[in-house]
């Protein structure tokens, strides 16, 4: 234990302030990139809300009966297959037009 | 959610600074294209939906199809008005 903290305290404490921003780095860009993920998420749950309640249920009643409930989850799963198919195309539309520049 | 202290944010480097700043900029971008994706699928869902009723979970072929010539006919207009207002102001 001696051996190893008497010759290396010096140029540990610089390395150790780098490792330090290095972590504080990652902590940010994860904290960033975590509440992105909320954001887009919590977009999508509203659009899906809002296209699938306008489309299944037309006269709201007390409770959701049973065909209302299995047309949410139809519209729901169709709409993320939608949400997959309109993000590939627009992916592949943006490389072909900045293939073109 | 962990919060970063600002002493701490003060001792980063400046070769982190520049990370993420750098991850920042890439992130924000990625963020406007997925929020184009939420507003074009909500449009388009709404288009090749429209007057029937939600049968099925699927895609099938027609619908694929609608969606993305919905997509693609959407840009092409844009990319239309662009050139007509461009034209227009020479």
């Not at chain 2, 520049?18 to 288009?47: A, G, P, R, W, Y």
Request: contains cysteine; neutral net charge; aromatic residues 6%.
């Amino acid at each position: 234990m001696a051996l190893f903290g008497s010759t290396s305290i010096g140029s540990t404490s610089s390395a150790n302030s780098a490792s330090k921003s290095q972590q504080l780095k990652q902590e940010i860009q994860d904290q960033i990139a975590q509440e992105l993920a909320v954001a887009n998420a919590t977009e999508l749950v509203s659009k899906i809300t809002e296209n699938c309640f306008e489309k299944c249920i037309v006269n709201p009643s007390v409770a959701l009966n049973a065909q209302e409930d299995y047309c949410v989850n139809q519209c729901l799963e169709k709409y993320m297959r939608s949400w997959n198919v309109i993000s590939k195309a627009y992916i592949t539309r943006i490389q072909q037009s900045s293939a073109e520049k | 959610m962990a919060t970063i202290s600002q002493t701490a944010l003060q001792n980063l480097d400046e070769s982190s600074r520049k990370d993420i700043m750098q991850f920042i900029e890439s992130e924000q971008s990625k963020s406007k294209v997925q929020l184009s994706i939420h507003n074009f699928t909500d449009m388009c869902f709404k288009k090749c939906n429209a007057n029937r009723p939600i049968t099925s979970g699927g895609l099938d072929s027609n619908e694929e199809q609608c969606l993305t010539n919905c997509l693609n006919r959407f840009l092409d207009t844009n990319i239309k008005v662009v050139q007509a207002l461009q034209g227009s102001s020479k």
